[in-house]
């Protein structure tokens, strides 16, 4: 018989209600919740609990949905804290500075990457990261590529096959040769373990006619489009994305004005990923404009080696309300909600009846300590399809590798 959890005293619960979207940010004052196989079976106030088999009183504390995090590159071997210390001293990004990354990737052993991964994974859980999406992206031939799938396939039920990443060195004189290896026998070795396809659709990677070739081919192997879209500059990503009906445009850094009636018109959502402005210096993605459209949008890490290394969505959210002029709940919304739209995730992003019990106790009174206490651990509990996630026994498990 399934054991039941009240979960009482909550100073604030989030719940992002659907329905109230896209300013779907909807809280209650002194609630409870139970939990009953995995699922939320009740919400209400704290003082008319329902009988349960154990309790716990989180004191006033802030409950949240999981963070969901819809794009992150986890899967890779080395270190480019190098890279990024001379970048701050004044180098600009470029492009190919992720194909340091597939020399270290393809050189490591499976044990090796399926530890990496599974540290960051853990990391992730442990800052409240629920649901995740996973990258391959620094194989770049069908074996690595389709060994980086697999391994994520470990972690995540959302795997993306970014074959499309850049055009690996030994292809540099002859891309389109390395577009049909992406679109033919690379996507036959990975769709196996993939929900999604995804390319760098950028000056110096891949333009807007190889991404469709590739990502129309991936359609075709039953792979939903989600694109990496003017980072570095304006490009046709953004409007690509919303012809192909893709469920995401990520970065979104540099928009036009076509770019932005695209997107507000579609369902396609506009992912924002302040790590990689930060970690590069690069003027950040003007989200005011895009919800004053109306877009769906989305806060994910990006966390990756090269212009993105880390894994916290309560840092995301404070970039999003220091310097995105988002408010606190458009952020909080953006960062749970917003990224299981942006995965096409029914059951995830918000807490109700039925959804899955996937959620956060924060060691404050409000969401909004996430952007007012910055750089803080403020996870106090995590809860992840009902089970308390044991943090710090996770983080231990691959810390000595
Ligand atoms: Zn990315």
Redesign the pocket.
Known sequence: MARSLLITGIGELVTNAPGQRPAGFAALDRAALVIEDGLIAWIGPSAAVPAADASVDVAGRAVLPGFVDS???LVFAGDRSAEFAARMAGLPYQAGGIRSTVAATRAATDAQLRAGLRRLAAEMLGQGTTTFEC?SGYGLTTEHEARSVALAAEVTAEVTYLGAHVVPAEFAERPGDYVDLVRGPMLDACAPHCRWADV?CEDGAFGADEARAVLTAAAGRGLSPRI?ASQLGPGPGIRLAVELGAASA??CTFLTGDDVAALASSDTVATL?PG?EFSTRQPYPDARRLLDAGVTVALAT?C?PG??YTTSMPFCIALAVRDMRMTTQEAVWAATAGGARALRRPDAGYLAPGARADLVVLDAPSHAHLAYRPGVPLIHQVYQSGESVKIKLLCAVDSGK
Do not use: I, P, V
């Open positions: 794009h992150a590159h990258k760098f990496h990520d970065h990923l990689a990006d990756n212009t993105s």
